[in-house]
């Protein structure tokens, strides 16, 4: 396993590539890419084996952002563990006339599925689990979702299907950082408390600092061990904004690209 | 004309290990063979359609070839946006199977009467629009379905649906258009889809009318070449009848396509095209198939 410092330094090395993606197209949502970058970067770094990824191969594991706007530093981790070429990267993202969408698209390699509307990934990441047991093919499947999306009550009937047909290969990730469109999660729908719910409707919880990089890894250990015939989830209190003093828990970040300036300082930030 | 469909999809997962059941949960006396003998490739996954159409697209993608299976708008309107984006988009292996199409469950009222789907559903790129007629067709397509890798809705009527097809087993290929009764002299041809063909069938023999009647099993694709052939045969037009609205149905592709290939001059008269359809609204009254077929004009 690559020390806590490195993945710490990849952490905020992906966070400084979503930026820098989203300030040259002048495109949103860097709130939310920031929050969930260091569970990016344990689990490409550790958890998925990338060359079945890079082969497609049947047996490979399977991760699903079901939250397809924070695309910018899934984009970053697929290219700095080498599934994208990241100088393809840096120059496609949101131009005209390449498959770099501003949400993930799964014209590209290592993305599974295209999103964008919410509440379609956890779904589907539960029939592909089903499929893995059915099929004998036993690969893991990993969906990302936000805190804000768990409103989509397709969200709840996945979550009921899952402990239903005991899918213990799906592992959920609620990247709580309790922020949405228009305010903070607990002012326009709030689901606290998130594991005690969670918990009731029959998954195994595990409820995490998803900005600290030993609590991800313990997580991501725990689900690796995990066979108790239940779904499992990590519910990861993060910070919308992590790792740039001005843009946590700040809307505008759900909204603004970072301009020159801004850019500039949350590069030095994060170095 | 479900059980009929049913039963050849069982016959297909016998040497097809890829055929995977769904239902929301629905079918009762209808799906319980295919429950009872493939338990590992069957599922109710629950009255929750998303979730229903979402998993079948997850499971199409491990190499499945998937059917949802609901009544009328539940695995259609309801869940739409799940068909959109990650069936049809994905280019999923998936069918989605209604049943109950038009007003074959007319007395439960608006909720259960489907009369706008195939609209909804043929506005999908990649998306391959089935409308059996009879139960000769639904077996047709069931083995059609089997073997065809992509998203295809299939929209099925009820029970007790009368065989228009004279030969008992037809083979189809997507966007065929096929001929059922013929006679020289006729100057009119009569396009039906869905469950509504065989009471066509029967009004045109009973009043002894001038037209041909043909059956349209796929609204989407139609196959030109055979669309160009009929209205060259026919001077005095086209009469399109479904059990659907009239704005976005069978009769609607119809015309599209005719306009399409006049305005390009692959035609080189423009038909008389009447189109028989449900004329923007929802029936008032309680009524069973029959009744709201005649109240919404639904006749030749």
């Known amino acids: ?90 120059q496609n993202f949101a131009k005209n006339g390449t498959h770099y969408f501003a949400h993930v698209s799964h014209t590209l390699l290592g993305v599974e599925l295209s999103t964008g509307s919410l509440g379609h990934g956890l779904p589907v990441a539960c029939g592909m689990a089903l499929g893995a047991k059915k099929s004998g093919l036993n690969f893991k499947v990993y969906c990302i979702v936000g805190d804000g999306e768990m409103n989509e009550g397709s969200n709840w009937e996945a979550i009921m299907f899952a402990a239903q047909h005991q899918l213990d290969n799906l592992c959920l990730i609620i990247d709580k950082n309790k922020m949405q469109a228009l305010g903070d999660t607990k002012d326009i729908l709030c689901l606290d408390p998130m594991p005690e719910k969670l918990a009731a409707f029959g998954w195994d919880v595990e409820d995490i600092d998803g900005n600290d990089i030993e609590d991800v890894i313990s997580a991501f250990e725990c689900f690796k061990k995990h066979r108790s015939g239940k779904p499992f989830v990590m519910v990861a209190n993060t910070i919308k904004g992590k790792g740039v003093s001005f843009m946590e828990h700040n809307l505008k970040f759900h909204y603004s690209a970072p301009k020159d300036d801004e850019l500039k300082q949350a590069l030095e930030e994060l170095a | 004309m479900r059980t009929a469909f049913i039963n050849q999809l069982l016959e297909e997962a016998r040497h097809n290990e890829r055929v995977f059941l769904l239902v929301g949960d629905l079918g009762y006396h209808v799906i319980e063979p295919f429950a009872a003998e493939f338990p590992d490739r069957f599922m109710n996954v629950g009255i929750a359609e998303q979730n229903m159409a979402g998993v079948a697209a997850g499971l199409a993608m491990t190499g499945y070839n998937v059917y949802i299976y609901s009544i009328g708008n539940f695995p259609t309107l309801r869940c739409f946006e799940q068909i959109r984006n990650d069936i049809a988009y994905h280019k999923a292996n998936v069918k989605v199977v209604s049943v109950g199409a038009g007003y074959a469950y007319g007395s439960l009222g608006a909720t259960h009467q489907a009369t706008e789907e195939i609209g909804a559903l043929r506005t999908l790129p990649n998306m391959v629009v089935a409308t059996p007629g009879d139960p000769v067709e639904a077996r047709a397509i069931a083995t059609l379905s089997a073997n065809y890798e992509g998203p295809m809705y299939i929209r099925l009527g009820k029970a007790g649906e009368k065989i228009v097809h004279e030969e008992e087993a037809l083979s189809l290929k997507i966007g065929d258009i096929v001929a059922l009764r013929k006679q020289d002299g006729n100057r009119t041809a009569v396009l039906a889809c869905g469950n509504i063909l065989a009471s066509a069938k029967r009004q045109i023999e009973e009043e002894q009318l001038p037209y041909d009647l043909y059956s349209v099993p796929f609204v989407k694709p139609l196959n030109k070449e055979q669309l160009r052939a009929i209205v060259a045969n026919y001077p005095d037009g086209l009469i399109t009848i479904e059990e659907h609205q009239r704005s976005c149905g069978m009769g609607s592709a119809v015309v599209e396509q005719l306009n399409d290939m006049f305005a390009v001059g692959e035609i080189a008269n423009y038909p008389k095209v009447r189109r028989v359809a449900i004329p923007d609204e929802f029936a008032e009254v309680v009524g069973n198939q029959e009744y709201l077929r005649k109240i919404e004009g639904l006749n030749l």
């Open chain 1, 1 to 90: 396993m690559k020390d806590i410092n490195e993945l710490h330094k990849l952490a905020n090395r992906i966070r400084g590539v979503a930026l820098t993606l989203a300030h040259n197209a002048n495109e949103s949502h860097s709130g939310g890419a920031l929050s969930m970058s260091d569970i990016l970067a344990v689990l490409y770094s550790e958890y998925i084996d990338l060359d079945l990824v890079k082969k497609e191969a049947p047996k490979r594991d399977r991760v699903i952002l079901s939250k397809g706007h924070c695309c910018a530093s899934f984009y970053a981790i697929l290219a700095e563990v080498e599934i994208l070429d990241k100088d393809e990267l840096m």
